[in-house]
C-alpha cells in the first residue's frame, strides 16, 4: 500500500492553522498513524487509530479521515511545531510510510 | 518506561552482512513485536520487518530474501541480519515496539537510530 503525503514540505508562521494530507492507493480504514520527526531523532508517536492522541501530545493535533484519505491538522502552530511529519499505514503487511512532510518556519 | 537501544558495527563491507541488536529495558519483551525500521541520511522512513516473541516474522518483500530478524527472550533483545549489503543500505537503524489495541496497532517506543554506513 503506497501512502503520499502533500504538501511534501511548507512554510508557515507561529500560530497558523497546518493542514498535512496523506492518501493511501488501496483503503485502509483507520489504520492510520502519525509520526513528528526532529532533525537526529528518532520519530515520535503523535496520534493512532486515524485519531487517537498519543499520551501527552498537546491537544492542537488532531487527526481524521478514513479509508483511503486522511489528515494531520495542528490548530495553532508552536515554535518546537517545526519538523518533518510522516503518516504510516499499520493496515495491513508490509508496513508503509508517507514520504513525509516538512513544516519549516515562514 | 520502555527503552531500546541499538548496538552493532556502524561500518559495513559491501557484500558482507550487516548485524544489529536492540536491547529492550524497563519492560517485557513477551506479548509485542519487535520492529526494525531504517532511514536513508536526508530521506524517509522504510519498515523492513518485525519479530513476535515467540519468533514468528514478518518482513518487508523489498527486503525479504536478505532479511532475518530473530528474538532471543532470555536476553530481553532482537536482531537484525541483512545480507549481501551496498551502498544502497546505508542508513540510520532504528528498533521499535509495536503496540497493540483495539484501535490497532502503532510503534511506540523507539530507539534512537544507530548510523551504519556500507562502504569498503
Known amino acids: 500500500i503506497q501512502l503520499t503525503q502533500s504538501p511534501s514540505s511548507l512554510s508557515a508562521s507561529v500560530g497558523d492553522r497546518v493542514t498535512i494530507t496523506c492518501r493511501a492507493s488501496q483503503g485502509i480504514r483507520s489504520y492510520l498513524v502519525w509520526f513528528q520527526q526532529k532533525p537526529g531523532k528518532a520519530p515520535k508517536l503523535l496520534i493512532y487509530g486515524t485519531s487517537t492522541l498519543q499520551s501527552g501530545v498537546p491537544s492542537r493535533f488532531s487527526g481524521s479521515g478514513s479509508g483511503t484519505d486522511f489528515t494531520l491538522t495542528i490548530s495553532s502552530l508552536q515554535p518546537e511545531d517545526f519538523a518533518t511529519y510522516y503518516c504510516?499505514?499499520?493496515?495491513?503487511?508490509?508496513?508503509?510510510f508517507g514520504g513525509g512532510t516538512k513544516v519549516e518556519i515562514k | 518506561q520502555v527503552q531500546l537501544q541499538e548496538s552493532g558495527p556502524g561500518l559495513v563491507k559491501p557484500s558482507e552482512t550487516l548485524s544489529l541488536t536492540c536491547i529492550v529495558s524497563s519492560g517485557p519483551i513477551s506479548g509485542f513485536y519487535w520492529n526494525w525500521i531504517r532511514q536513508p541520511p536526508g530521506e524517509g522512513l522504510e519498515w523492513i520487518g518485525n519479530?513476535?516473541?515467540?519468533?514468528?516474522?514478518n518482513y518487508n518483500p523489498s527486503l525479504n530474501s536478505r532479511v532475518t530478524i530473530s528474538v532471543d527472550t532470555s536476553k530481553n533483545q532482537f536482531a537484525l541480519k541483512l545480507t549481501s549489503v551496498t551502498a544502497a543500505d546505508t542508513a540510520i537503524y532504528y528498533c521499535?515496539?509495536?503496540?497493540?489495541?483495539?484501535?490497532?496497532?502503532?510503534?511506540?517506543?523507539w530507539g534512537q537510530g544507530i548510523l551504519v554506513t556500507v562502504s569498503s
Open positions: 504510516q499505514q499499520v493496515n495491513s503487511y508490509p508496513l508503509t
Open positions: 519479530v513476535y516473541h515467540s519468533g514468528t516474522t
Open positions: 521499535a515496539r509495536r503496540m497493540n489495541t483495539p484501535m490497532g496497532n502503532y510503534l511506540d517506543f
